[in-house]
């Protein structure tokens, strides 16, 4: 029968080779990380080796993905301004966030999925470049009077 302790450090060998492979480091990357350790295999490290072997590689990989989110998020807000300042509001990231946070139906900007922010993102994009060709459109009747046909295509 395993202890505890056996069944802690097998799981933990085990979360070490998902890390190794959702991190793509081959079999040299894994023997420089053993090495750090001054063993030759992950058997060989202690249960809190591998814990901080696998914490520093968790937060590793969430940093790739967090960035990610991030640009996402600037990219949202920058889209928001824009479409505001086209508008002819006074660009406010609060309003932009509040209107992401009541059409994801969430309560904090940061918890917003990436798939609603990108709905967001081209929302925003859309209706401006929208409103900017309506605008182009009517500047154009106003300049050359109602009277001639226009081609709008």
Not at 118 to 123: G, I, K, L, N, S
Request: with cysteine; charged share 35%.
């Amino acid at each position: 029968m395993e202890t505890t302790l056996e069944k802690r450090k097998k799981g933990l060998i085990k979360r070490f080779h998902t890390l190794l492979g959702a991190a793509r480091l081959d079999d040299d990357g894994k023997m420089e990380i053993l090495a750090a350790y001054g063993v030759t295999t992950s058997k060989d490290l202690s249960v809190k080796q591998l814990t901080e072997i696998c914490n520093k590689m968790d937060d590793m990989l969430k940093g790739g993905k967090r960035s990610e989110m991030d640009a996402l998020r600037k990219r949202v807000l920058a889209a928001g301004c824009a479409f505001m300042r086209a508008n002819g509001q006074e660009a406010s990231i609060d309003y932009v966030k509040a209107w992401v946070c009541r059409r994801a139906k969430k309560k904090s900007f940061n918890a917003v999925p990436a798939d609603r922010l990108r709905a967001a993102y081209f929302a925003f994009n859309n209706q401006r470049k929208a409103l900017e060709d309506t605008k182009a459109v009517a500047a154009e009747v106003v300049r050359r009077g109602m009277s001639q046909e226009f081609n709008l295509n």
